[in-house]
Nanobody
Framework: VQLLASGGGSVQAGGSLRLSCAAS????????MGWYRQVPGKQRELVAT???????NYADSVRGRFTISRDLAANTAALQMNNLRPEDTGVYYC???????????????WGRGTQVTVSS
């Protein structure tokens, strides 16, 4: 499974950005898709995830400002980020929890990071 992320960039505080992620390859069951972010010197942290059933999980810091969505048929996920703050700056990584057809093996996949910079 490969994850290709797009979007990101630079914006002023209060602005909006949209991240997209497309999964490809030998896809059987994408249990979960979402986004994590990382800043230098800190661990990668959860931003938002969405299960196949639509259950979402947001970091407290982004709840109410960010919205995650999925297109199950297209194997894509998107993160709409509104009212961005300087503390949202970081490298955002697309994430997927995939279950393979064979043996039901579960594995985490990560896309290349995309930079989001929010200036004050």
């Amino acid at each position: 499974v490969q994850l290709l992320a797009s979007g990101g960039g630079s914006v002023q505080a209060g602005g909006s950005l949209r991240l997209s992620c497309a999964a490809s390859g030998s896809i059987f069951d994408l249990k979960l898709m979402g986004w994590y972010r990382q800043v230098p010197g800190k661990q990668r942290e959860l931003v938002a995830t969405m299960s196949k059933s639509g259950t979402t999980n947001y970091a407290d810091s982004v709840r109410g400002r960010f919205t995650i969505s999925r297109d199950l048929a297209a194997n894509t996920a998107a993160l709409q980020m509104n009212n961005l703050r300087p503390e949202d700056t970081g490298v955002y990584y697309c994430y997927a929890d995939h279950m393979a057809r064979d043996w039901g093996l579960r594995k985490d996949y990560w896309g290349r990071g995309t930079q989001v910079t929010v200036s004050s």
